[in-house]
Structures are given as C-alpha cells and as structure tokens.
C-alpha cells in the first residue's frame, strides 16, 4: 500500500448560469491585460495556484479531458480569420501553463495527463507513485457549447488541487493506494473507470471520502480534518 497525506485541497465549481461573472470577479485582481488572453480554464487554475503554490520541487500533474472547450470553440469560429490568441489558450496544458506563467513560479516536473475513463486513477496513482516528496494533482475542464453538445465537451467549468507529502502531522487526510495484484484485489480490466474529474472537484469542494477500484488498484481518499 501506499499513502500520501493531504496538506491542501481545494475546488472551484462554476454555476454555468452565472460562470461569466463569476469568472469576472475571479479576474478582477490580475493585470486585465494578461487576464484577456487567458482561458476560463487558466483562470480558475490561477486562482487555485495563487491560494495555495506548489512547491518549487513539487511533482505537477495536470489532469484534464477536453480542456479548454470553449477557448478551442472560439478559435474554430475564428476560420478562416485564425485567431493566434484563441489557439495558444485551446491547447493542452494550457490551463496549467497560463496559472504557473501569471504567478511566476517555476516548478520542476510537470506532468501533463489528458484522457477519459481511467484519468483519475492514472494521475492518483502516477502521483503517488512519485520520487518526490511533495505532489499537487490539478484537474480541471471549460465549459462548451456546440461541442458539449456533441459531447466532446463539458457543461460546466471547473477545477481542483490536491496538494500531498510524505508528511502526516496535522495532514487533512489522506489518499491511499492499493496496487491491482499487491492485495486481496487481482487486476481486472472489466472493472468500473472509476470516478470522473467532476467527482473529485465535487468530493473536494465538500470535504466528502472518495473510494474506488479500477485496474490500477483501489484508492481511497479520507479526511482526518473538518
């Protein structure tokens, strides 16, 4: 088994009624002219960055599925006038990049992650798997619209850190890792994918326990701290 334990967390979910200002307001303290080329995404990472940085030597994985939707929207409705801005902010990582670049903070491993079904259970298990003794899991998705419509997008925006060490000592909780195989659960490929990004950030946002098997192993996110 292996357990990291829990020193920051954080989640930020935008009511889809009311995201343009809310998005606003999350801006409202940043130089406006960098601010109007970032993504609603990179926004919400920022804002999660400047609450509670990652350490220089932090191992950085970044976990998203579609990223920035409506950003890639803008600049697909852009042809054949392409717009420069519209594609540096709809690419993967962008979200990561633009919340690091805004606050100047270097870091020394940054893992990208982009997929679907077993995203969660790869990034928890590549961050916990890690050399380093300081993780932060950051995950996020844009809002879309005609391409949440084909389902290649998500309905809302939101984002989330989770910030782990080696270090138990008044620690919030706890992340736990079982490897397939290491215990009384053999692999399984048929096994559910686990939770989505959206169920992590809603797990977090409410301080509620995670727990789940996919192929990787079982996981079990616990919290010791109101």
Not at 137 to 154: F, K, Q, R, V
Not at 189 to 213: E, I, Q, Y
Request: negative net charge.
């Amino acid at each position: 088994m292996t357990e990291r334990y829990i020193q920051a967390s954080r989640a930020i979910l935008l009511d889809p009624a009311s995201e343009p200002s809310e998005v606003a307001a999350l801006g409202s303290g940043w130089p406006q002219r960098k601010v109007r080329r970032m993504s609603t995404l990179g926004i919400l990472l920022a804002t999660l960055v400047e609450e509670a940085p990652p350490a220089t030597n932090a191992a950085v994985f970044y976990a998203t599925t579609y990223t920035e939707a409506r950003s890639l929207e803008r600049y697909l409705e852009s042809l054949p006038d392409a717009s420069p801005t519209r594609f540096q902010t709809s690419i993967h990582p962008g979200g990561i990049e633009q919340a690091l670049i805004l606050a100047g903070l270097p870091v020394e491993a940054l893992y990208p992650l982009a997929g679907e079904e077993y995203l969660v259970s790869q990034s928890f298990q590549l961050a916990l798997n890690n050399e380093r003794d300081k993780a932060v899991i950051y995950g996020g998705e844009e809002s879309g619209t005609w391409l949440a419509d084909l389902g290649i997008a998500s309905r809302c925006s939101f984002a989330f850190a989770l910030h782990i060490d080696d270090n138990p000592t008044d620690a919030l909780g706890s992340l736990r890792w079982v490897e397939a195989g290491a215990g009384d659960d053999g692999p399984d490929h048929a096994r559910p994918a686990g939770p989505t990004l959206f169920d992590v950030a809603a797990a977090l946002s409410a301080r509620k326990p995670l727990a789940w098997t996919s192929p990787f192993g079982r996981f079990d996110l616990e919290w010791h701290l109101p």
